[in-house]
């Protein structure tokens, strides 16, 4: 592969997984929201692949299949079943921010990204770790997502997006963090999902709907 | 010994949890939680005596446990061993209340060993991506252990606890990714091993570094339970069975800090103090004027005990920027001091919430005159916590004061002692009101109450003596003390 080809490939990835963050911000529809992670999964499988043609790595390569195989198989089909059980109600319907406000945070997180990963992509500068700062974008748009969104599942994908965003930064800064501690690492996030999953049905069963404004009876 | 020795901590509870899974809950193994807690002590002990010599490595440099991870398996075995003790007696308690059946005592004890098995894996991860794994994977275990009665509020806990530290270890995971970006590009290429890591910590580059241990200590912090995001931490412990309780808030957050202790080591090497220092310090404080305020009007006891486990975690991450031998020493000896006081009284609080059916801290009056022994336990118990001499609390809480004085934080630590002294006057004000008094009256309130088991109450008592008794000699105790604070402070 050539230089500007794995360059224009990398970055067509990256922005596949930006893209589709913001996505996820401004749409309400949870099933949207759900294939719209899905897609960003496969971009982000996509981008280990890439750097996997890259370096010639069938290890890398087996990896970037494993993750198009959870982040965009499994994991949104685990929420999807989720939200099937959640009944009619399907919309992301008070999010505490609204959508423009949103996407203009998303505007300024990038930019905050862009500030605090320069030391990042000095250290080795290089196409891959010039990306780093979109994974980084991603990162804190997860986290807004969670902290703003009121419905359970729509916090599950903030989560998700975090964790999507880690894994991007993960790969693109060396490939990977060791094949067993990869493995560790998305079985965790897995079970997690599976244990919140699990706890959305409990949620629904003795609250009614997984709103997460219903969650008042603990506080001080 | 074999190195395959060190696999024992990890390895006895997982068969433990087997047995459980196999046979389910019934009077023959109900002992065998307590019989594998009490497996992981002496073994922990085995160990730490083994690696006095020096570190020990096992399966293919998996684990390395050296003489800090030695003594955080001794504080695991010791707080899991008066947990287990006092299971019994309270799953018994609660299947006769009807509040859980068989079934649920046998998943509970299968999550709990399983809870143990990965907190012993923790301590002995050579490296920080097994260390990571291992504390997410206590995650999710007790998440079902704190939803377990399946009541609004303990779904609701439970929800909270997963997503609010599931987040925070995502950091740290972020954390330990650049950690390892910045380690592949030393000379050395060091991988996430703390060895290597601290033997190439001065080439790591600052820029990197310093966003990673930032990650590092805010993400591992969030476990266990320093402010800002400590939001989970009163509402999972309040919710979760009463030994869960007791484990969670007496080793499970220790555990969590242990990782930022280690991390403290290659940051110290690579930026200097000053840096991690900062941030501790603002943790520190945040986290106790947060526990000093939400103590003050506490209406819940179990929440109240929850806010205490946040101050003396507080307290830690104080010892932690101070640094320095003595200030090390007296965080682990603290560690140990509050896992065992914090788990009689969460075990105490349990047995009264079962008694009298509310965690109203009003509505629990003259509990001396109804159950002398529990309210003692409970007494006791709270004066250990707020640092009465004999119990060793003091001593710990002294030497880390006398180590802030010494370096230079006696502002810091002036204002933390302040803050620490309005805790204890509410703790002792709240447990008073519970303690003495004359019992409540009314309908209902004649029953007889139910005696404290023997298994139970001897495990609280040693408990305390225990305290007590580390807090008037450290005896061996105190070399292991001296070699874990010596690898905290880089000198070894």
């Known amino acids: ?61 087996a990896v970037a299949v494993g ?48 500030a605090v990963a320069q030391p990042l992509v000095a250290l080795a500068p290089a196409p891959a770790t010039h990306a780093v700062p979109v994974g980084l974008t991603v990162v804190l748009i997860g986290f807004f997502v969670l902290v703003t969104r009121r419905r ?15 894994t ?19 079985l965790d996030v897995l079970l997690a999902v599976l244990v919140l999953q699990i706890l959305t049905t409990r949620m629904r069963e003795t609250f009614g709907e997984a709103d997460l404004d219903e969650l008042r009876e603990l506080h001080d | 010994m074999t190195t395959l020795f060190l ?40 160990i730490a005596v083994e690696v006095a010599a020096g570190p020990r490595t096992a399966i293919a440099g998996l684990l390395r446990v050296d003489a800090l991870s030695a003594f955080m398996l001794i504080v695991i075995g010791a707080v899991a061993l008066l947990a287990t003790a006092a299971t019994p007696a309270h799953l018994r308690a609660e299947i006769d209340a009807g509040r859980a059946t068989a079934r649920t005592a046998a998943r509970h004890s299968v999550l709990v060993q399983l809870f143990l098995a990965a907190m012993a894996l923790a301590v002995s991860a050579a490296d920080l991506g097994v260390l990571w794994i291992a504390v997410e994977a206590t995650t999710i275990v007790t998440a079902f252990l704190v939803g377990q009665r399946r009541t609004r509020s303990a779904v609701e806990a439970a929800w909270k606890y997963v997503v609010i530290c599931s987040t925070g270890i995502a950091l740290a995971l972020l954390g330990t990714i650049l950690l390892n970006y910045a380690a592949q590009h030393t000379p050395a290429t060091a991988g996430l091993d703390w060895a290597g890591l601290v033997a190439s910590a001065h080439t790591l580059d600052p820029g990197v570094t310093r966003i990673a241990v930032a990650l590092l200590v805010i993400g591992f912090g969030t476990k266990a339970g320093l402010a800002p995001l400590h939001a989970w931490l009163p509402d999972a412990h309040s919710q979760a069975p009463a030994p869960v309780s007791a484990l969670m808030s007496g080793v499970l957050l220790s555990v969590a800090f242990y990782a930022v202790l280690r991390v403290k080591v290659i940051a110290d090497a690579a930026l200097g103090t000053g840096f991690t220092r900062i941030l501790l310090v603002i943790m520190a404080l945040a986290s106790l004027l947060l526990a000093a305020s939400l103590l003050l009007a ?7 005990l929850a806010y205490s486990s946040i101050e003396h975690m507080g307290l830690l991450a104080l010892a932690a920027a101070v640094g320095g031998p003595l200030a090390m020493a007296a965080a682990l000896l603290h560690v140990l001091g509050h896992g065992l006081a914090k788990g009689v009284l969460f075990l105490s609080a349990g047995r009264i919430l079962q008694t009298t059916g509310t965690s109203r801290i009003e509505r629990v009056r003259g509990l001396a005159a109804r159950q002398p022994l529990l309210a003692g336990c409970v007494g006791f118990g709270v004066l250990a916590l707020i640092g009465l001499p ?52 009314g309908p209902g309130a004649a029953t007889a109450v139910p005696r404290l088991p023997v298994t139970a109450g001897t495990a609280l008592v040693a408990g305390l003596v225990v305290c007590a008794a580390i807090g008037v000699s450290a005896g061996p105790l105190s070399a292991l003390l001296h070699l874990a604070a010596e690898i905290l402070t880089g000198t070894r």
């Open chain 2, 298 to 304: 506490q209406r819940d006891y179990k929440r109240m």
């Open chain 1, 168 to 186: 991007a930064i993960g790969f693109l800064t060396t490939s990977g963090i060791g094949l067993l501690v990869e493995l560790g690492v998305s």
């Open chain 2, 390 to 441: 004999p119990f060793s609390v003091f001593a710990s809480e002294l030497g880390i004061a006398r180590a802030g004085f010494a370096s230079g934080l006696g502002p810091v630590t002036a204002a933390a002692l302040l803050v620490v002294l309005v805790i204890a006057a509410a703790l002792i004000a709240h447990t008073s009101r519970m303690l003495l008094g004359s019992p409540p009256e």
């Open chain 1, 1 to 61: 592969m050539s230089d500007t080809t794995y360059t224009q490939l990398l970055d067509l990835a990256c922005g596949g997984l930006l893209l589709t963050a913001v996505l996820v911000l401004w749409r309400r529809e949870l099933a949207v929201i759900i294939r719209v992670f899905a897609l960003q999964g496969v971009a982000l499988a996509a981008l280990v692949g890439v750097l996997a043609a890259r370096e010639s790595s069938v290890e890398l390569g």
């Open chain 2, 7 to 46: 696999l024992v901590p990890v390895a006895l509870p997982v068969l433990g949890a087997l047995v459980y899974l196999v046979f389910g809950w019934r009077p023959a193994t109900a002992w065998v939680s307590a019989a594998s807690a009490a497996g992981v002590l002496a073994a922990a002990i085995l």
């Open chain 1, 152 to 166: 359970a599942l729509s916090q599950l994908v903030g989560f998700l997006l975090l964790d999507n965003g880690i």
């Open chain 1, 67 to 114: 993750l198009l195989v959870l982040r965009a198989g499994v994991l949104p089909w685990l929420l999807y079943r989720a939200l099937v059980g959640a009944g009619p109600a399907l919309r992301e319907t008070r999010p505490l921010v609204n959508v423009a406000a949103s996407l203009l945070a998303a505007a300024v997180l990038a930019l905050l990204a862009y």
